[in-house]
């Protein structure tokens, strides 16, 4: 599919103005576009509504709009598609996916599923469609310690895919899951000891960190929170500088938020753009524009996937 998406780009011609292209060809279709933080400044631009994981299925359960355009990756679009399955949702990449997501594979979770009977699935938003049906209620890192203190104490929970964000829930609520070993590539590739040198550096910035970071990281933060809370914390707080320990893509946000502070983006282990999201960065204004104009890739999933799918999403909602 990336070949075919590449195909277009190299045979049709790209306006000059992408930007009034994409306003067109929204109004056109009624058409919304949703982007995360993590996504290139340009897109976020464009977009609708930026979010997170939450955010982003709360707005994709609410739309209106005939066309949802998803600028993230292939899981947050199957969302919107289980949340509204007779509108046409569009992804500007269907290779944009997800390394936490693609580390729980479904037949294996089926498997460690059985291992534990009678454990409640809790199941971390970033995962595939496949997982979602198997869960019993979905969570994001805004909410995953709320919706596991609204869980009996004596019921048993497995927690799915991100070990480091079921970590630190555990910490943060006193119970114990069991916790599929899934991780995502950026949150781990965070050096400890390159954020203890720009502490060093920076001795009156915070560090600010989302929990999916390895607990070595999370040990050094000022805050923990998703993407939308460490928005919300750095315009609050009195700092004037922040070492931001999630992809790098959010810190736009905050630029434009607070244009007087510092955000220090958290190096990672090697010399690399290794803290920059691969899958997330597959998106361009380029891909986004022709994705609208040619009404494709779009997102599609089985009756009973999506059926499935919905009610532990449902319950996510109700709980938060």
């Known amino acids: 599919m990336l070949q075919t998406v590449l195909s277009y780009q190299n045979?049709?011609?790209?306006?000059?103005?992408?930007?009034?292209?994409?306003?067109?060809?929204?109004?056109?279709?009624?058409?919304?576009?949703?982007?995360?933080?993590?996504?290139?400044?340009?897109?976020?631009?464009?977009?609708?509504?930026?979010?997170?994981?939450?955010?982003?299925?709360?707005?994709?359960?609410?739309?209106?709009?005939?066309v949802i355009?998803?600028?993230?990756?292939?899981?947050?679009?199957?969302?919107?598609?289980?949340?509204?399955?007779?509108?046409?949702?569009?992804?500007?990449d269907l290779e944009a996916g997800c390394s936490l997501a693609d580390s729980c594979p479904a037949d294996a979770f089926v498997a460690f599923k059985a291992a534990h009977p009678g454990h409640v699935v809790v199941s971390y938003i970033n995962c595939t469609a496949d997982i979602k049906a198997l869960s019993d209620i979905i969570c994001t890192s805004s909410n995953a310690v709320k919706i596991v203190q609204q869980i009996p104490a004596d019921q048993p929970i497995i927690f799915a895919p991100d070990r480091n964000l079921g970590r630190y829930v555990m910490e943060q609520t006193g119970r114990e899951m069991v916790l599929w070993q899934g991780s995502c590539m950026v949150h781990e590739t965070f050096s400890e000891r390159?954020?203890?040198?720009?502490?060093?550096?920076?001795?009156?910035?915070?560090?600010?960190?989302?929990?999916?970071?390895?607990?070595?990281?999370?040990?050094?933060?000022?805050?923990?929170?998703?993407?939308?809370?460490?928005?919300?914390?750095?315009?609050?707080?009195?700092?004037?500088?922040?070492?931001?320990?999630?992809?790098?893509?959010?810190?736009?946000?905050?630029?434009?938020?607070?244009?007087?502070?510092?955000?220090?983006?958290?190096p990672p282990m090697n010399q690399c753009a290794c803290n920059e999201c691969p899958h997330m960065r597959l998106n361009t204004l380029e891909k986004l524009y022709l994705c609208m104009k040619n009404r494709q890739p779009e997102i599609t999933l089985s009756e009973e996937i999506q059926a499935a799918a919905l009610r532990p999403i449902q319950r996510m909602l109700e709980m938060s």
């Open 11 to 66: 045979s049709e011609a790209l306006p000059r103005d992408l930007f009034g292209a994409i306003a067109d060809l929204k109004r056109d279709l009624n058409a919304v576009v949703l982007a995360h933080y993590y996504q290139d400044p340009d897109i976020q631009d464009i977009a609708d509504y930026i979010g997170d994981s939450l955010g982003l299925s709360q707005q994709a359960a609410s739309t209106d709009a005939d």
């Open 69 to 92: 355009v998803f600028a993230g990756v292939h899981f947050m679009a199957e969302t919107a598609k289980i949340l509204n399955p007779h509108k046409l949702v569009l992804l500007p």
């Open 194 to 266: 390159k954020i203890v040198q720009l502490q060093i550096e920076h001795p009156a910035a915070e560090v600010i960190a989302h929990p999916e970071c390895e607990p070595a990281v999370l040990r050094h933060a000022h805050y923990i929170g998703s993407t939308t809370a460490l928005l919300g914390y750095c315009q609050k707080s009195d700092s004037r500088a922040f070492i931001v320990a999630t992809e790098p893509g959010i810190i736009h946000q905050m630029q434009k938020a607070e244009p007087a502070k510092k955000f220090i983006p958290a």
